[in-house]
């Protein structure tokens, strides 16, 4: 494809947050164009396979909904395909989380990009940037048959990896105060799984206990979450993990591979010493590894882990976030948690979600602009689709009007249906 193409909205990114804030933009009246460089929509939750979302409800006792607006469209729409895509349960560590069916999101989320005029791109890779002073005027983008340019007056980084502001040149930040990230994890599907069995995260540590000490190589983390759903036989396993050190395509293989291949020892480990697991069969291996955490935006407000923890409120806060910091730094052992208390969140102010430094550049998802351990909390898919939606109705009002009064996108939101 090759020519050009001028919109109100560019999206990079068609996760979780980049749908969000594809729709919301739409939504409040801004031609949209979304990228994505995947076959199919999603981001970790269809592409590593994640498979739950956390933070919808906030975390421990009495869970209060937190997260609605486009949230609720994409699980209206997946209820609609099928009643059983979808289930709300009490997770191992006692949230209450929505478990869906991968396959089934990816044709959701087409219906509702359609079903709200938004144009998007697959198979489509960003490979350059222009900008001018602080301002980003275009991205060329690449398929298959050529290249192409899109020019936007607001661009909205939802790629997970901040590749676009990456390649503006905009200020980025990567990892805690050591620059170092939290492990990236390769989930995996078994069939064949009798889960009226023992699946808890102690029942996993067990197993791979016993498969370490029976020779079984390349067993890392030892505690995990395996996620099930009523009347199914399939499982998702949350378990090979490696802590990424660049995104460079050398350390992006090394990654994948090593993942690819833990999957295969845990399933054996699985099948000798974890009951319920003797006729397991593997189905899928994520297509690609699922990343918690690597480049962010240097936003005009930083998020911080006092914020998180003592649940503040803000009056240009924009979006609700839910979960508490869940810091996965260890190879071998299961994640910190930081506790918070029940049935509250914290906001989200816009301005974790502006560029410090490029004025027409948004980010959302696990972009936005927060110290590490914040972090570990707002960037859970429940989480993404509320910075995705307030990211893509901040973009269209600053691309009708100049600016994105803080006002203007509050009030934009709460027609939407979001909470805020």
Request: charged share 20%; glycine share 10%.
């Amino acid at each position: 494809m090759q020519g050009e193409y001028f919109v109100d909205v560019l999206v990079a990114g068609g996760g979780t947050s980049g749908v969000s804030a594809a729709v919301g933009a739409s939504q409040a009246g801004a031609n949209v164009l979304l990228v994505e460089r995947s076959a199919y929509l999603g981001g970790e939750g269809t592409n590593a396979g994640v498979g739950a979302l956390c933070a919808v409800y906030t975390c421990g006792d009495n869970p209060v909904k937190c997260v609605a607006g486009v949230c609720d469209l994409v699980l209206e729409e997946m209820h609609r395909l099928s009643p059983n895509s979808t289930e709300t349960i009490i997770s191992a560590a006692g949230n209450k989380n929505i478990q869906f069916k991968p396959e089934y999101m990816k044709v959701a989320l087409d219906n509702l990009l359609d079903k709200n005029n938004v144009r998007y791109f697959l198979h489509t890779n960003i490979i350059d940037v222009k900008r001018e002073g602080n301002i980003i005027r275009s991205v060329t983008c690449q398929d298959d048959e050529g290249r192409f340019t899109v020019h936007a007056k607001v661009f909205v980084d939802a790629t997970g990896d901040a590749n676009v502001a990456h390649m503006a040149g905009a200020k980025t930040l990567w990892g805690d105060e050591r620059g170092q990230v939290m492990t990236a994890t390769l989930p995996f599907r078994l069939c064949g799984v009798d889960t009226s069995k023992d699946m808890t995260p102690s029942a996993v540590e067990r197993a791979v206990k016993a498969g370490k000490d029976a020779g079984i190589p390349n067993l890392t983390r030892e505690r995990g979450f395996i996620l099930k759903m009523t009347g199914s036989q399939e499982v998702i396993v949350l378990l090979p993990s490696v802590i990424p050190e660049g995104l460079n395509a050398e350390e992006l293989t090394r990654m994948e591979k090593f993942t690819r291949g833990q999957a295969l020892y845990y399933l054996e480990a699985f099948r000798r010493f974890m009951p319920g697991m003797e006729r397991a069969e593997l189905t899928m291996i994520g297509p690609s590894i699922g990343f918690r955490e690597t480049r962010r935006l240097a936003g005009r407000y930083m998020l911080t882990a006092d914020d998180v923890l003592n649940r503040r409120k803000s009056p240009e806060g924009v979006a609700r976030g839910g979960w508490k910091p869940e810091i996965h730094s260890s190879l071998n052992e299961a994640a910190t948690y930081l506790d918070v208390p029940g049935a509250s969140y914290y906001d989200i102010p816009l301005g974790c979600l502006q560029s410090v430094d490029t004025e027409n550049l948004y980010g959302s998802g696990r972009l936005v602009c927060a110290d590490s351990q914040a972090m570990a909390a707002s960037r859970v898919m429940g989480t993404c689709f509320a910075t995705g939606h307030a990211a893509g109705v901040a973009a269209a009002v600053q691309g009708e009007t100049g600016k994105a009064d803080v006002e203007a996108v509050r009030k934009e939101l709460i027609r939407q249906g979001a909470l805020i």
